[in-house]
């Protein structure tokens, strides 16, 4: 009698504590658009500006999906570094399947012409510590409709590494060799993500510090501006892709 009652005892056990039981955590639907950022300085203004946002966990990731106009979104942080943006990258595009693909978040002005603020959309994203690596371009349909949209953005290079400096002289290195106007911490690892998957990407980015105002202090004090401005600028472009989505990509 004990044998035959130790299976329906453990089935009800495990019906009242389904997580517990390891249970398959809900896959949401498809979305168009999932965005990646680094930090929750960036994140929780882009997350201010969705409309009817709700909290999911697949993974042990979380996601936030909402809408931001007519536009159904998904976004999720990553942390900094060239690792967790891949991680974070690769992780969107398997669980909602997006057509589009933005990155967006702070950045560092490496050449005199980029001032504090402005806005840079990526063409091309090159490395800036390793030799080995080869470029790769963005989606250029969605950096000129972004560029059009953003009256004071400029299409330009990005490099990228997993590494922070502050030196004029790497500046100079960096832009002589590749046309960056900006540095980051992930753009080259969700390009890569991005073109393994075959998504469309767009990659956003505000300067947080600039050629002549660089250092730890400034990041620090005009990060939280440069990260309200980059949500703004990806909003503003995520409520015009409607129609990038339906008469691009389905074509």
Not at 47 to 54: H, L, P
Not at 209 to 218: R, V
Request: net charge negative.
């Amino acid at each position: 009698m004990k044998k035959a009652f130790a299976p329906v005892l453990a089935a009800l056990l495990c019906l009242a504590a389904l997580a517990g039981c390891g249970a398959p955590e809900a896959v949401p639907e498809q979305v168009q658009v999932a965005v990646l950022a680094a930090m929750n300085m960036e994140a929780k203004h882009l997350i201010s500006r969705m409309d009817d946002a709700y909290e999911r966990k697949i993974d042990g990731k979380n996601y936030t999906l909402g809408t931001i106009g007519d536009i159904d979104v998904v976004l999720h942080q990553s942390g900094m570094g060239l690792d967790k943006a891949d991680a974070g990258a690769r992780a969107l595009m398997e669980n909602f399947q997006p057509d589009v693909l933005v990155l967006f978040g702070m950045s560092g002005g490496i050449v005199p012409e980029m001032g504090l603020y402005e806005t840079v959309i990526a063409h091309e994203v090159f490395p800036a510590w390793k030799d080995d690596w080869v470029s790769i371009k963005t989606d250029n349909d969605l950096a000129v409709l972004a560029m059009n949209i953003l009256e004071d953005a400029v299409i330009s290079n990005i490099a990228t590494g997993d590494k922070m400096t502050w030196r004029k002289s790497d500046y100079d290195r960096i832009s002589q060799a590749c046309g960056a106007v900006a540095v980051d911490q992930e753009s080259y690892a969700v390009a890569k993500a991005a073109q393994e998957a075959s998504v469309p990407l767009l990659i956003i980015r505000s300067m947080s510090d600039t050629y002549d105002n660089s250092s730890l202090l400034g990041f620090f004090k005009h990060g939280p501006i440069s990260a309200e401005k980059a949500a703004q600028d990806t909003a503003a472009v995520i409520k015009e892709l409607d129609g990038y989505v339906v008469e691009v990509l389905v074509e």
